[in-house]
């Protein structure tokens, strides 16, 4: 088993910051490397959607929406994911989810709010 354990969001106005992050934990991290992780969202009434995730190897890939202005980063060692997000937009109001796939298994964390004004 993998817990996901979310700190950062909040609330910015409009083309302000914020920092995501997300540790795992777990004793099968002993003796396994997470593969990929990464971020979702859900937005009110729309289904949950890719944000960026990351390799193990830290090859990072982006929704179209977020490229350019969001950075996805992650430390092997400590099992971490993090998301820098820039320049944020009302449209990127959402609940954030961290996600872990080992073995085939994929992992959720319990969700972070992130609220962006105009």
């Known amino acids: 088993q993998v817990q996901l354990v979310e700190s950062g969001g909040g609330s910015v106005q409009a083309g302000g910051s914020l920092r995501l992050s997300c540790a795992a934990y777990?004793?099968?991290?002993?003796?396994?490397?997470?593969?990929?992780m990464g971020w979702y969202r859900q937005a009110p009434g729309k289904e949950r959607e890719l944000v960026a995730y990351?390799?193990?190897?830290?090859?990072?890939n982006y929704a179209d929406s977020t490229e350019g202005r969001f950075t996805i980063s992650r430390e092997n060692a400590k099992n971490t994911v993090s998301l820098q997000m820039n320049s944020l937009q009302p449209e990127d109001t959402a609940v954030y989810y961290c996600?872990?796939?080992?073995?085939?298994?994929?992992?959720w964390g319990q969700g972070t709010q992130v609220t962006v004004s105009s």
């Open positions: 990351i390799t193990r190897g830290g090859g990072a």
């Open positions: 996600n872990a796939n080992l073995r085939h298994i994929r992992y």
């Open positions: 777990g004793s099968i991290l002993r003796f396994n490397t997470i593969d990929t």
